[in-house]
Each structure stands twice: as C-alpha cells, then as structure tokens.
C-alpha cells in the first residue's frame, strides 16, 4: 500500500484529531502517503482533501472536533453517490481508507469495503452505542463536559432547593445520561431503553423534599423525551421548585480528555497497522484495554448490551 485515505464522519467529537494525528504519522513511519478527505464523505465525492504531512497534524491532539471537519453527505447514501466515490479513491489512487465516526459512518465504511475497498473503522461517538468497543472516542471528554456542568447546576440548584431536569445527549442511548447519574449522585436518570415510571420518579422526590433535602437532580437523555416535558409532568408532585436545562452540543466540543487523546492515538495507530497487515472491513475497538479488530459486518449488526444494569445502579444509587 503507497497511499491512505482518512476521513471523519458524522457527529464530530473529541479525540478525534488524536485519531486523524496517530494515523497520519502511522502511515509516514511506514512511507505510505495520507489523504485527508476534508467533511467526511462529502469531501471523497467532491474531491476535496489535503496531502497530509506530519507538520499539518501538529498542534491538533488537544483541540476538540476534527480538524478535517466532519458531516451528514445525504448523496454519499445514495448508490450512485457511493459508486463516485469508489471511482474517486481509484482516480486518487487510495489504496485503503480509515472512517473515523459513529454507527451511519461505519454502515458507509461497510458498504466500500463490499465494493472492494480495503477500510477499517474507528468508533467515535458521545452516545457509545457502538458494539465492540467499551468505549467510542469521545464519551469520557463529553461526560466529563456534563459532569463539570451538573456539578455547576448542583450548587445553585441547593442554594434554591431546587429540582433541575438537565438533558443531555443520546437519541437512542442512555449511557452518557446513567453515567453522568452515576457521576454526580443524580437521584434520578431517565433513558430511551427503559420506560420512565413518573409516579416513582415523583414519590422519590417527594420524598427527598420531604427529608428537607435542598436539591433533586434528574438527567434525561434527549430520546427519552424533552426536559421541559418531563419538568411540567412533575412540578407539583414532587414540592421542589423545578428548573430545566439542556446541554446541547456544549458536551460535544472541548479540549479531549487523556482517556481520549490516548484513545484516539491507540485507534489511529492500530487502524494504520491493521491496513497494512492486510486486514480490511473491520472496526478497531478497546476490548478490556487491548484493541482489537470486529468485522464491520458484524459490528453493524450487533446491539450494544450495557444499559439495563447501568440505569439500575444509577436509581438504586441515587435514592
Ligand atoms: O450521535 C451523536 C450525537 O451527538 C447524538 O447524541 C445527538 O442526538 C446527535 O449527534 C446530534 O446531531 P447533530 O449534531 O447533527 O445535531
């Protein structure tokens, strides 16, 4: 292989520029040429990237986001869309290709290799909702962004004896919403994967209002519901004076964490080695803290099993 293609794709976060580095200067240890499609697949169909040296990917690996940007290319999803892009690598003369992203990222990075191209996956995702792998890049910075906001909220919450809803992100993953529960002794976390029992919810508050308790805390991950509804559905049962706020895309963002710069090292690093070994049309992964490569095909296919035990503690934890 004389020269690689990496791109990152979908929902950016951090520990990705991490990733992009330690590839990149994988593959110029080994005399490989990198091509950094700029906007994920969008910058692969319009031809759009930069030949990367090892002085371009200077000074990234403690800046949030992708330095190559990232998006959404609806015409990448297209058959014909993703035929132009197998052209494109051949006219490029790309011989392997690393997607860096979330689970659409991975589907597309499965859908080249069945056209022949030789790919392998890094998971990058706040949600972590990606089989084979205990953690996608970027999960330990955006919890540690919620932590240090929940715990800002706590105390002002005490000053008021107040109750805040705080929504966090997850549309269909309750992890960062049970662990940021976890985190900072939330009483209540509520996720898309369990149905949430608003009668308990309430007792519990009320309960805690009752013991002269001068807060209540409940994270909501966004797919299970809106903050504001779960606030105006409880605001007087439960005696506290109720507030909500939504974290938005403030966890997305910010300096990685070194759990995620070492991440995102380890993964580019093991993706080049992977390309280059021959192994192709797989996803590298931290299984009990080595990386270890999954078939895309079967990583797409399989359900990451982690959050009934998760949510369970977060309540039993929280009362
Ligand atoms: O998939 C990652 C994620 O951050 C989700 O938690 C969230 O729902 C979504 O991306 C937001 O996407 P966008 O940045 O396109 O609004």
């Given at each position: 292989m004389k020269k690689i293609g990496i791109l990152t794709s979908g929902g950016d976060c951090s520990g990705m520029n991490a990733a992009i580095r330690a590839a990149t200067r994988t593959a110029l240890g080994h005399g490989v040429q990198v091509l950094g499609f700029r906007k994920g697949y969008a910058g692969l169909l319009k031809g759009d990237f930069l030949e990367m040296q090892t002085k371009d990917v200077?000074?990234?690996?403690?800046?949030?986001?992708?330095f190559l940007q990232s998006a959404r290319s609806e015409e990448f999803r297209t058959v014909l869309g993703r035929e132009k892009a197998v052209r494109h690598l051949e006219e490029f003369g790309v011989e392997g290709l690393i997607v860096i992203g979330g689970d659409g990222s991975l589907n597309g990075a499965l859908a080249l290799h069945r056209m022949g191209v030789p790919v392998i996956g890094i998971p990058a995702s706040i949600?972590?909702?990606?089989?084979?792998?205990?953690m996608a890049l970027g999960v330990d910075t955006a919890l540690n962004n919620i932590i240090y906001a929940v715990d800002c909220i706590k105390d002002t919450a005490s000053s008021h004896d107040r109750a805040f809803v705080i929504e966090v992100m997850g549309r269909n993953s309750g992890y960062l919403a049970s662990m940021a529960a976890i985190a900072t002794g939330a009483e209540y976390a509520i996720v898309p994967e369990v149905e949430c029992d608003v009668a308990d919810l309430c007792n519990q508050l009320r309960h805690r209002w009752e013991e002269g308790r001068s807060n209540a805390i409940i994270i909501l991950a966004e797919g299970a519901g809106r903050a504001q509804n779960i606030a105006d559905n409880i605001k007087d049962a439960i005696g506290f004076e109720t507030r909500v706020t939504v974290l938005g895309h403030?966890?997305?963002?910010?300096a990685p964490s070194v759990f995620d710069r070492l991440l995102g090292s380890r993964f580019g690093h093991a993706a080049v080695e992977n390309l280059l070994a021959g192994q192709m049309g797989k996803m590298v992964g931290l299984c009990c803290n080595a990386i270890v490569p999954t078939l895309l095909e079967t990583v797409v296919v399989s359900e990451k099993r982690q959050q009934d035990e998760l949510h369970e503690m977060s309540l039993i934890l929280g009362i």
């Open positions: 200077a000074g990234i690996l403690h800046r949030g986001g992708t949600d972590n909702d990606i089989p084979f792998t205990d403030y966890q997305r963002g910010g």
